[in-house]
């Protein structure tokens, strides 16, 4: 009898060719997640699951899943599962970390970019019939070039930012809890404290994980520090800011702009005063967004999901200490 599975959402044609032929598999076919009484309903026979970001994966459910295996998440980050509560009851958890490195930090530095110098403002600006003339004081944003990058967090993906900074001269500084001195000499950045790294940097990008400790860490104290012509992009997670102190920021010209591939909650209301800000950019979460990451990330879900159901070690285990059974 093939293991039964439940998969959140529709994967690109690669994944689905993983799991199809040995597994019964039940594919969500709908663009939002399963509601949670359905998917509770779900997973009473499941033999294994595969997640997405939007899935709340907790006791609750597992306790509703006596026969679960394994929990496939399709993501990097897994603050959507108590991972805890799964290793206590043997259940295997998975993530797809690295393959979207490039790809996330490729965007995160095209945020930087964009709000640099107002590609979004300049778009609106034209669509509605604002541009009359070439002007020298029209939109004027800041160089990127020979600027101050100020990174929170120096995980995979602030290294490539790193990395991608200093192809335009930019000075870079870090802060993360786990200082990295052959990345600073590897990459020719400078390790500083929290405080001197937002104090200094010309633009801030955050690169963290969503913790208790990270949870509003970009907060109403944290902005006030930056400069007044700083520009702050956040691509790791939504909570991490504190979009009521940054509403205010932006809006006092505290700081002059940010760039949100994330937000608090996903998606942002249509009434949220950040959408009213010209020095804003709101992106719906597609940093990871290309083709061929987005159809590496489902692959190794799939992967994941597929070992843990035949009680093997899963390739990117987030739980490895979890004994796997068949």
Request: with cysteine.
């Amino acid at each position: 009898m093939k293991p039964k599975v439940f998969v959140t959402r529709m994967l690109p044609q690669k994944a689905l060719d993983l799991i199809l032929p040995v597994c019964d598999a039940e594919i969500w076919q709908e663009e939002l997640p399963p509601p949670r009484d359905l998917l509770l309903s779900k997973v009473r026979d499941l033999d294994g699951l595969l997640s997405l970001l939007t899935d709340k994966i907790d006791a609750t459910l597992m306790d509703a899943a006596p026969k679960l295996k394994v929990v496939s998440n399709c993501a990097v980050g897994f603050d959507n599962i108590d991972v805890p509560a799964a290793t206590q009851r043997g259940i295997a958890v998975g993530n797809t970390p690295g393959v979207l490195t490039e790809t996330t930090a490729d965007f995160a530095f095209t945020l930087l970019m964009a709000a640099a110098r107002r590609v979004v403002e300049g778009d609106r600006y034209t669509r509605a019939g604002k541009w009359k003339t070439w002007g020298l004081t029209v939109l004027l944003g800041q160089d990127i070039h020979g600027a101050t990058l100020g990174l929170i967090g120096l995980g995979r993906i602030g290294a490539a930012m790193a990395k991608r900074a200093k192809g335009f001269d930019m000075r870079v500084m870090y802060y993360d809890p786990f200082r990295r001195e052959d990345l600073e000499k590897e990459l020719g950045i400078t390790y500083s404290d929290l405080d001197t790294v937002v104090r200094q940097a010309d633009f801030v990008s955050v690169h963290v994980p969503l913790t208790n400790e990270t949870r509003k860490l970009v907060n109403q104290d944290l902005l006030s520090k930056m400069k007044q012509t700083a520009i702050i992009v956040n691509t790791s997670r939504g909570p991490v800011v504190d979009q009521a102190a940054l509403y205010a920021a932006l809006r006092d010209g505290v700081i002059a702009g940010a760039a949100l591939d994330v937000t608090d909650p996903e998606p942002i209301a249509l009434n949220d005063p950040l959408l009213t800000l010209e020095n804003c950019i709101v992106a719906p979460h597609i940093a990871s967004a290309s083709v061929t990451t987005r159809t590496k990330m489902a692959t190794m879900a799939a992967e994941n999901l597929l070992a843990g159901l035949r009680g093997e070690k899963l390739p990117t285990p987030v739980n490895p200490e979890v004994k796997q059974r068949n």
